[in-house]
T-cell receptor
Framework: GAGVSQSPRYKVAKRGQDVALRCDPI?????LFWYQQALGQGPEFLTY????????KSGLPSDRFFAERPEGSVSTLKIQRTQQEDSAVYLC??????????????FGEGSRLTVL | AQSVTQLDSQVPVFEEAPVELRCNYS??????LFWYVQYPNQGLQLLLK??????LVKGINGFEAEFNKSQTSFHLRKPSVHISDTAEYFC???????????FGRGTQLTVWP
């Protein structure tokens, strides 16, 4: 596609529910990132994939958070047993390079999660 | 450790006035610095980046930033803003781990007619 696509754009969940957020990166992009952006804050790193390999998951806030990219393209961020503090915008970004910090990240519009 | 401080959460200016958005960083690795812009209901978009070389970096839409190593700053400037520049601006620094960026809290620039 033309850009990074994320779905759903908005998700309301009751506390304790599981949610899955999807990211379609730009075709051919090697690197994929998930960031969490709480209200009034900048994006915070969650995890990083290079193709299907998850190279860094140190930013995931708890073991309720899980991300995968099984075929090296589409990625899913899953949050189990959601809590109110999980309410945030979840941003996906992709890059065509293996060292994306030397270049540009292409961001999707985000998935806004509200946990009631 | 890496971190970014954006000193102003909101900057209101009138159209055609100059603007400076401030960013200070700390980094224990080679410094790569970035400014991203987020227009309403859109994803973040790269404005400009400093990797090495000239300390004055020019970006899109007439923005520029100057890397100052002694002051650990990377302030963003534009000599004359337009209403269409109204957006949130994020400064970011590369982390020591491959792929990771550390973002500041953002500065909301609002341009008034």
């Amino acid at each position: 596609g033309a850009g990074v696509s994320q779905s759903p754009r908005y998700k309301v969940a009751k506390r304790g529910q599981d949610v899955a957020l999807r990211c379609d990166p730009i075709s051919g992009h090697v690197s994929l990132f998930w960031y969490q952006q709480a209200l009034g804050q900048g994006p915070e790193f969650l995890t990083y994939f290079q193709n299907e390999a998850q190279l860094d998951k140190s930013g995931l806030p708890s073991d309720r958070f899980f991300a995968e990219r099984p075929e090296g393209s589409v990625s899913t961020l899953k949050i189990q047993r959601t809590q109110q503090e999980d309410s945030a915008v979840y941003l996906c970004a992709s890059s065509p390079t293996r060292d994306p910090t030397a270049g540009e990240l292409f961001f999707g519009e985000g998935s806004r999660l509200t946990v009631l | 450790a890496q971190s970014v401080t954006q000193l102003d959460s909101q900057v209101p200016v009138f159209e055609e006035a100059p603007v400076e958005l401030r960013c200070n960083y700390s980094s224990s690795v080679s410094v790569y610095l970035f400014w991203y812009v987020q227009y309403p209901n859109q994803g973040l978009q790269l404005l400009l980046k400093y990797l090495s070389g000239s300390t004055l970096v020019k970006g899109i839409n007439g923005f520029e930033a100057e890397f100052n190593k002694s002051q650990t700053s990377f302030h963003l400037r534009k000599p004359s803003v337009h209403i269409s520049d109204t957006a949130e601006y994020f400064c970011a620094v590369r982390g020591s781990t491959l792929g990771r960026l550390y973002f500041g809290r953002g500065t909301q620039l609002t341009v008034w007619p």
